[in-house]
């Protein structure tokens, strides 16, 4: 009996997904909108058409709703019907209801991204910028360093031969000095 059961299980699951009909006629937006290749606004398309122009007399009809064509009719025409009560199994539903979270969830990461990466964009000009200036910068200060340390040198090289031109001036001044005591010398031995 177990057996029996488990076999028909599946089968009643799969004959309940097969029972789900739309009344095109009667369908809220949200109950077209369960069927395939028809969303919010193809949905609103097919209410705004039955309160403008009546409920469909056939169901070729509604291929003359705006955006339902010949390939969107043939993925619905064996879901939908002109009379009898709307059933959508719960499941298609909750389906229908995680697409359309699954979808926006899509749209708000794409947005997230974009932000991201213009966000990453701005920062690396910003980064680009920062860097050409501190190159400018470093320029101005190498320059800068360079002319203090000519002056510096300049002055370096003048006390330098300042310097020099006192030693050489103390020199001569020692030499004559010599000089003079050699020659003090002299007379003094003379004398002698």
Do not use: C, W
């Not at 039955?50 to 619905?76: Q, W």
């Amino acid at each position: 009996m177990k057996k029996v059961a488990l076999f028909f299980a599946p089968l009643l699951a799969y004959a309940g997904l097969a029972l789900a009909v739309v009344n095109v006629n009667t369908a809220t937006k949200a109950e077209l909108e369960s069927l395939e290749g028809i969303g919010a606004v193809k949905a609103q398309a097919i209410v705004d058409h039955r309160k403008k122009n009546g409920n469909f007399k056939s169901l070729e009809e509604v291929k003359k709703v705006d955006g339902v064509g010949d390939a969107t009719f043939e993925k619905i025409k064996k879901d939908i019907s002109l009379s009898g009560a709307t059933t959508i199994p719960a499941h298609e539903k909750a389906e229908k209801k995680v697409e359309a979270v699954k979808d926006k969830a899509v749209v708000a990461k794409d947005k997230v991204e974009k932000k991201v990466e213009a966000a990453a964009d701005k920062v690396g000009k910003k980064v680009e910028t920062a860097k050409d200036k501190a190159v400018v910068v470093k320029d101005k200060v190498e320059k800068k360093v360079e002319a203090a340390a000519d002056k510096v040198e300049k002055k370096v090289v003048v006390a330098k031969d300042k310097v020099e031109e006192k030693k050489a001036a103390l020199d001569k001044k020692a030499d004559d000095k010599k000089a003079e005591a050699k020659k003090i010398d002299k007379k003094d031995e003379q004398k002698k």
